[in-house]
């Protein structure tokens, strides 16, 4: 989405590709890097890591990629199916990819472990808590669609570039909040039952629905796009955000093990009791 709109604020190359994108392309290649150099320093020590986890993190980072640069876009530049294809790879697919690949557990392999130690506090503590929680990510993300569509913000977003990248690097967060607070693999001390997180997703898939039909319908949204234009995108929130959805419960699911979940809850609890006596 950051390359959809006011390309014409930004100096671009021969290829139309903005400066901004190409720092993000290149941010994002090193990302990869560090990430793969991570994982095969794991593999080589002996505590192994998941191919599957480093494939998922890379293709986050490809579908980020192919969402930057506009060429690889089958919709035309500026339309807002084409804002809506963007949208539906920053905000959705690749921040699930990127989540599945627990790039937390990851570096917290790779630190020190004092260093280790105190990311864990970090990640344990309230604040960071409140913020990870699956109805916060909802608000955000959620929210953060229909203030941009029922609002004037749309437009400005067309018109200012800087604005532009904020709004859209939100949306990046606010999806990889949310996609972790429902089915992320890295440590979430706070994160509610699975029954709890599915009902949240059904209010996210809900959402999303109602907003992808009242943008069908051209009311009472403020987005300035041709009737056929807002359809197709629509559509594309209605048909591929139901996919990115059904894809994200899959994941919350298949790791879902009941038994083997309270068997571990009653080991915690087991140890810290252990560890209160000896105090």
């Known amino acids: 989405m950051i390359a959809a709109h006011g390309a014409g604020h930004a100096a671009t ?3 139309g590709v903005t400066l901004p ?6 941010l994002l290649v090193a990302l990869a890097g560090t990430y793969v150099l991570a994982a095969r320093h794991r593999r080589h020590d002996g505590r192994g890591w998941s191919r599957w986890r480093t494939g998922s993190f890379l293709a986050g980072i490809g579908l980020l990629i192919v969402a930057l640069v506009p060429q690889v876009s089958a919709f035309p530049p500026g339309s807002f199916a084409a804002h809506m294809y963007q949208h539906l790879l920053i905000g959705m697919y690749a921040p699930l990819a990127l989540v599945l690949g627990a790039p937390v557990t990851l570096l917290l392999r790779s630190l020190p472990t004092r260093q280790g130690r105190r990311i864990g506090r970090v990640l344990g503590s309230v604040a960071l808590g409140f913020l ?15 203030l941009l569509y029922f609002t004037g913000l749309y437009v400005l977003i067309t018109e200012h570039q800087v604005l532009h990248h904020l709004v859209h690097l939100h949306f990046l967060a606010a999806g990889y909040l ?4 429902i089915a992320g693999p890295d440590p979430a001390p706070h994160r509610p039952s699975v029954p709890s997180r599915l009902v949240v997703l059904g209010i996210a898939i809900a959402g999303h629905a109602v907003l992808a039909q009242l943008l069908y319908a051209g009311t009472p949204v403020q987005v300035p796009a041709p009737g056929a234009d ?5 559509d ?3 048909y591929g955000g139901d996919i990115a959805e059904l894809l994200l419960a899959f994941a919350m699911v298949s790791s879902w093990r009941p038994g083997r979940n309270a068997a ?3 080991r915690v609890a087991g140890a810290t009791q252990i560890t209160e006596r000896q105090q």
């Open 13 to 15: 190359g021969g290829w």
């Open 21 to 26: 994108v190409v720092l993000a392309v290149v």
């Open 132 to 146: 990870a929680h699956p109805v916060t990510a909802l608000l955000l993300n959620l929210g953060g669609l229909y």
């Open 178 to 181: 949310f996609a972790h607070a």
């Open 230 to 234: 807002l359809r197709a995108g629509a």
């Open 236 to 238: 594309l929130m209605y």
């Open 264 to 266: 571990r809850r009653r």
